[in-house]
């Protein structure tokens, strides 16, 4: 057989085999703020479909520095299908703490995760510390990689 035949034939057959891809489909952003009383806030800002878990990871530290397990972990009660405000230090009724992260120290830059439990679906990420909260203005949230937008642009920033 003349080597592009075969060339053709390998590709095929590896290819046939690569059902399992998976694609994670981005519906949404995490957001990080703090409550005046300087409880850490989880802004869930969800274009489509739902979330149900969450996860703290840290410090961060580029690319490899996620561990394993996170620091902290929360499971919704009920798929988020909606904005949420959650207050990680008291998550309310709908949410679960499944892994309590402690103290978060201030120099620190953590990661937060938001995805779906049945759904390849998440949201984008955020990364934050401590001091880059208390330092951003009033009526603002931290997204992405610490970027800064008004709380009430966020919506807009993330689904249009």
């Known amino acids: 057989?003349?080597?592009?035949?075969l060339l053709i034939l390998l590709t095929?057959?590896?290819?046939?085999?690569?059902?399992?891809?998976?694609?994670?489909?981005?519906?949404?952003?995490?957001?990080?703020?703090?409550?005046?009383?300087?409880?850490?806030?989880?802004?869930?800002?969800?274009?489509?479909?739902?979330?149900?878990?969450?996860?703290l990871y840290g410090p961060h530290r580029g690319s490899e520095s996620t561990p394993q397990k996170p620091l902290g972990?929360?499971?919704?009660?009920?798929?988020?299908?909606?904005?949420?405000?959650?207050?990680?230090?008291?998550?309310?009724?709908a949410w679960t703490m499944q892994r309590d992260?402690?103290?978060?120290?201030?120099?620190?830059?953590?990661?937060?995760?938001a995805g779906s439990r049945t759904e390849d679906e998440e949201l984008s990420q955020v990364d934050f510390s401590l001091d880059r909260l208390q330092s951003a203005p009033a009526g603002t949230v931290l997204y992405h990689d610490?970027?800064?937008v008004t709380a009430d642009s966020l919506r807009a920033t993330v689904c249009d």
Do not use: H
């Not at 802004?43 to 996860?55: A, D, Q």
């Open 12 to 55: 095929a057959a590896f290819s046939a085999g690569c059902g399992n891809v998976i694609t994670t489909e981005t519906n949404g952003a995490s957001a990080m703020s703090l409550s005046r009383s300087g409880t850490l806030q989880l802004n869930l800002i969800v274009c489509s479909g739902s979330v149900g878990s969450l996860s």
């Open 1 to 5: 057989m003349p080597r592009p035949a």
């Open 101 to 113: 992260p402690g103290r978060l120290q201030p120099a620190v830059v953590y990661s937060v995760l």
């Open 73 to 93: 972990s929360w499971l919704a009660k009920d798929p988020v299908t909606a904005d949420a405000l959650i207050d990680l230090d008291d998550p309310g009724p």
């Open 146 to 148: 610490a970027e800064v």
